[in-house]
């Protein structure tokens, strides 16, 4: 049974940092991984994305502020996000595809101005 747990969400000030953590249990992370996010009332969205082969992308609205990295040993994949904004809430998922599309429960992120 494949499982992803996002934690790590909480509530931030405008400008601080928080982490993100997506452990994956099941299915190994080298594969096409991906952190989403959702707003209320709007679609949900690309924020990071990882391949298999450790080519990265990120949105537009994040570059330069937020990180995704991944740690082999404990299967999980991570999102540093720094300077962090307002319109950065949303609940984040992380994405797992390997063979089938895997997702987490979400973890929410609110950050206040």
């Known amino acids: 049974q494949v499982q992803l747990v996002e934690s790590g969400g909480g509530l931030v000030q405008a400008g601080g940092s928080l982490r993100l953590s997506c452990k994956v249990s099941?299915?190994?992370?080298?594969?096409?991984m991906g952190w989403y996010r959702q707003a209320p009332g709007k679609q949900r969205e690309l924020v990071a994305s990882?391949?298999?082969?450790?080519?990265?992308n990120y949105a537009d609205s994040v570059k330069s502020r937020f990180t995704v990295s991944r740690d082999m040993g404990k299967n999980t994949m991570y999102l540093q996000m720094n300077r962090l904004r307002p319109e950065d809430t949303a609940v984040y998922y992380c994405r797992l595809v390997a063979g089938w599309d895997y997702w987490g429960q979400g973890t929410q992120v609110t950050v206040s101005s």
């Open positions: 099941g299915k190994n992370i080298r594969n096409n």
């Open positions: 990882m391949s298999a082969g450790s080519d990265i």
